[in-house]
C-alpha cells in the first residue's frame, strides 16, 4: 500500500505541472479580453454620442421645416382675421346706429304714467298678500286645533273599544279558572238550536257590575258553583243539557232552572227602603248594584236574597248594632255582617267577615263611563265636521286671493318689461359700443406681417443650411466609429473563442488532477485502516498471551504451544470444531433447572386460560345485566309517565303544579 501511495503522489505530480501553465495562459487571455471590452465600451459610448449628435441635428431641421410652414399659415389667418375683424365693424356700427334711434324714439311721458300705475299694483299687492298670510295663520290653526280633536277621538275610541271587550276578557277568564264551563259555552253557541228555549251562559258572563268596586260584594254573596252555572227557562232543555255535557261531553258543569213558573223579577221589593237606612252609611241594595237577564236576576234574589241586603260605607261599620232586626245580612265598606237571632231566648250574635278582593266579576262593563265617553266622542266628531267645513272655507278664500295676486303679478310684470326696454336698449348699445372698442384694438396691417413673415422664413432657410452641413460632418464621424466598433468586436469574438478552448483543456486536466487527488486520498484511507487493524489485533494477542510479547524472553512457552498447532487460519478452523464437538458430547447440564422450566410454563399456559375464562364470564354477566335492567326500567319509566301526567292534572285543579319523576342518580 505504501508503494502505491508513491505511485498516487508522483501521477499528482505529474498532472499538476500540466494543469498551471495551461491556467496561467487562461488568465492572461482574460485580462487582455477585459481591455478590448473597455476599449469597445468607450467606442460605443462615443458612437452613441455622435448618433444623438445626428439625431438632434435632424430635430432642428425638422422643426425649422414645421415652423417656415406655421408662419406662412400664421400669416394668413392674421389677413383673414383682419377682413372678418373689418366686416363685423362695419356691422357694430350699423346696430349702434339703429339703437341710437330706439332710443330717441322712446316716448318719456308715457313711462311716468307706468311708473304710478307699478306703484299702484304693488300696493294693491302687498294688501292682497297680507290678507292670505292672515288667512294662513288661521288655516294652521284650525289644522292644529283639527289634529288634536282627531288624536282625542281616537282616545276616546279606543276606550270605549276596551270598555267594550269586556265579554271577551270575561271568557278568557272562564277558560282558565273552569276549562269544562268554558268548552260547554263553546258547544253551546254552535248548537242553541238543539233546545226549545234560550239557556242562558255561565252567570260570570251574564252578570254586569257597571261599579268595578261593587263586584267584591256580589262575589261574596253568590256561590261560585251558581257563577259557573248554565240558567235554563225550561226543566227539559236543563235535563238535556246535563244529558249531553255531563254523560256524552264528560264536562263537570252546573246548571240551573228558572222559569215563569217562578215568582218574576218585580215581586221581589226591599223590606225596609233604603231611605231609612241612609243615616246608618247603607246608599243602595245589593240587587241594584249588578245588570244580568231577568231571570237570572230573580233567580239570585230568589235564592240569596239580594234586594234585603243593603250595602253601606265605613259609618255602617261603627252602627253595625243599630242596624234593624229585619236585615240579616249586610255590607260596610270592607266587611260582610252575617246577623242570627235565638228562636228561644231572642239574643243576637253576629259574625263579621273581611271581604276580599273579587277574583271572577272583576271584569265588568262600566256603563257610565261608557255612556260618558260615547257622549263626549258624540260631541268631538261634531266639533270636527265644524272645524273642517270652516277649514274648507278657508281654503276657498286663499285659492281666490292667490288668482288675484298672480293676476297683479302678471300685470306688474308686463309693466316692469315695457318700463325696462329703454334700459335695455341702453345696455346693448354700451355693449355693442365696447364691442367696437375691442374690435379696434385687434386692428392690424397685413402688408406688415406679409413682410414680417418674409424676414423670419429667410432666417429659417439660413439655418438649416448650416444644420445640413453640420450633420454631414457628423456622419462622416459616425461611420468612422462604427468600422472601429466592428474590428474591436471581432478582436473579441476570436480571443473568447481561444479562451473557450483553453478552458475545455483545463477542464479536462482539472479533472484528472481531482482524480489523482481522491486516489491518493482512497490509499491514505486504506493505510489508516490497516494501522488500526493491525494494532487491535497486536493488542489482542497480547491479552491471549498475559500481556508478554515476541521481544520478550518469557514468550518462549508461547512458542512452543504454538509449534503445536496448524500455521493457516482454515487448519485452525476444523481445530476448533473438533473441540467443540468434543464439548457437546459431555452431558452434564442440571435436570432439575429443565424440570422446573417446563413446569413454570405449563403453569403460564394455565393462567392465560383461565384469564380468557373469566373474560368470557364477565361478558356473558354484563349482558345478563343488560337485558334485565331492559325488562324492568321500560315499564317502571313508562308507569311513572302515568303518574306523573294524572298528578300534573289534579294539581292543575288546585292551580298549583306537581311533578312526579323517577331519579337514576350516578348509576342508572
Not at 56 to 72: C, M, P, V
Not at 110 to 116: F, H, P, T, V, Y
Not at 249 to 274: T, Y
Not at 351 to 357: D, K, M, V
Request: proline letters at 3%; hydrophobic letters at 30%; a neutral charge.
Amino acid at each position: 500500500i505504501k508503494n502505491d501511495k508513491e505511485k498516487a503522489l508522483q501521477n499528482l505530480d505529474r498532472h499538476k505541472r500540466s494543469y498551471e501553465p495551461l491556467e496561467k495562459g487562461i488568465s492572461n487571455d482574460k485580462a487582455k479580453i477585459k481591455n478590448i471590452e473597455r476599449s469597445l465600451q468607450n467606442v460605443v459610448q462615443e458612437k452613441s454620442k455622435r448618433f444623438r449628435f445626428v439625431n438632434d441635428i435632424q430635430d432642428n431641421i425638422e422643426y425649422a421645416d414645421q415652423k417656415f410652414k406655421y408662419n406662412i399659415q400664421e400669416c394668413d389667418s392674421k389677413i383673414q382675421a383682419e377682413e372678418q375683424r373689418r366686416n363685423e365693424v362695419k356691422a357694430v356700427l350699423q346696430q349702434i346706429d339703429k339703437l341710437k334711434n330706439d332710443i330717441r324714439n322712446i316716448n318719456k311721458d308715457s313711462d311716468i304714467a307706468i311708473r304710478e300705475e307699478i306703484e299702484n299694483l304693488s300696493h294693491q299687492f302687498t294688501k292682497k298678500l297680507n290678507v292670505k298670510n292672515q288667512l294662513r295663520s288661521e288655516k294652521e290653526v284650525h289644522q292644529n286645533e283639527l289634529e288634536a280633536v282627531h288624536q282625542n277621538i281616537q282616545v276616546h275610541e279606543t276606550n270605549i273599544q276596551k270598555i267594550q271587550d269586556v265579554a271577551k276578557q270575561r271568557l278568557q277568564l272562564l277558560q282558565h279558572r273552569n276549562r269544562d264551563a268554558y268548552e260547554a259555552v263553546l258547544w253551546l253557541r254552535e248548537n242553541k238550536q238543539r233546545f226549545h228555549y234560550r239557556i242562558y251562559e255561565p252567570m260570570i258572563l251574564e252578570i254586569n257590575i257597571p261599579n268595578p268596586s261593587h263586584a267584591k260584594y256580589v262575589e261574596s254573596i253568590i256561590p261560585r258553583r251558581d257563577l259557573f252555572a248554565f240558567t235554563c227557562e225550561d226543566k227539559r232543555d236543563m235535563n238535556e243539557l246535563i244529558r249531553i255535557l255531563r254523560g256524552e261531553k264528560k264536562l263537570k258543569i252546573n246548571a240551573v232552572h228558572s222559569g215563569s213558573e217562578h215568582p218574576p223579577l218585580s215581586s221581589f221589593r226591599p223590606n225596609i227602603d233604603i231611605q231609612q237606612l241612609r243615616h246608618l252609611g247603607f246608599y243602595s241594595y245589593l240587587s241594584d248594584m249588578f245588570n244580568a237577564p231577568e231571570l237570572i236576576k230573580s233567580y239570585l234574589c230568589r235564592m240569596y236574597r239580594l234586594h234585603n241586603i243593603p250595602v253601606g260605607n265605613n259609618s255602617t261599620f261603627n252602627n253595625s248594632e243599630k242596624v234593624p232586626d229585619g236585615i240579616r245580612c249586610f255590607f260596610s265598606e270592607n266587611h260582610n255582617f252575617s246577623v242570627n237571632k235565638s228562636k228561644y231566648s231572642g239574643h243576637k250574635s253576629s259574625r263579621i267577615a273581611e271581604l276580599f278582593p273579587p277574583n271572577l266579576l272583576a271584569i265588568s262593563l262600566n256603563t257610565q263611563h261608557l255612556q260618558e265617553l260615547q257622549s263626549s266622542l258624540q260631541k268631538l266628531v261634531e266639533s270636527k265636521a265644524t272645524k273642517m267645513a270652516s277649514l274648507e272655507g278657508i281654503q276657498i278664500k286663499i285659492h281666490r286671493i292667490e288668482h288675484e295676486l298672480e293676476t297683479l303679478r302678471s300685470k306688474r310684470k308686463e309693466l316692469n318689461e315695457h318700463l325696462d326696454t329703454q334700459k335695455t336698449i341702453e345696455a346693448r348699445l354700451k355693449a355693442k359700443q365696447s364691442q367696437l372698442e375691442q374690435l379696434e384694438r385687434g386692428k392690424i396691417d397685413p402688408e406688415a406681417e406679409k413682410i414680417k413673415c418674409c424676414e423670419e422664413n429667410k432666417k429659417l432657410i439660413f439655418c438649416v443650411a448650416e444644420q445640413k452641413a453640420a450633420l454631414l460632418e457628423q456622419l462622416k464621424l459616425y461611420d468612422q466609429i462604427s468600422v472601429e466598433n466592428e474590428i474591436i468586436q471581432q478582436e473579441l469574438e476570436i480571443l473568447k473563442e481561444v479562451v473557450h478552448k483553453k478552458e475545455n483543456e483545463s477542464h479536462e486536466l482539472l479533472q484528472k488532477f481531482e482524480d489523482a487527488k481522491r486516489i491518493l486520498s482512497d490509499v491514505d484511507q486504506r493505510i489508516k485502516h490497516y494501522k488500526t487493524e493491525a494494532t487491535h489485533l497486536y493488542e489482542e494477542a497480547k491479552v491471549a498471551t498475559d500481556g508478554i510479547t515476541p521481544r520478550e524472553v518469557r514468550f518462549t512457552t508461547f512458542k512452543e504451544a504454538f509449534s503445536y498447532l496448524p500455521d493457516t487460519e482454515e487448519e485452525l478452523a476444523r481445530e476448533i470444531q473438533k473441540y467443540q464437538a468434543q464439548a457437546d458430547c459431555l452431558g452434564d447440564s442440571d435436570e432439575t433447572i429443565l424440570t422446573e422450566f417446563e413446569n413454570q410454563k405449563s403453569h403460564i399456559a394455565s393462567l392465560k386460560q383461565s384469564v380468557k375464562d373469566k373474560e368470557e364470564e364477565c361478558r356473558k354477566i354484563k349482558e345478563e345485566m343488560d337485558s334485565v335492567r331492559e325488562s324492568w326500567l321500560e315499564p317502571l319509566e313508562t308507569l311513572v309517565d302515568q303518574i306523573n301526567r294524572k298528578y300534573g292534572d289534579c294539581f292543575a285543579r288546585l292551580q298549583c303544579a306537581g311533578e312526579v319523576s323517577l331519579v337514576h342518580g350516578d348509576n342508572e
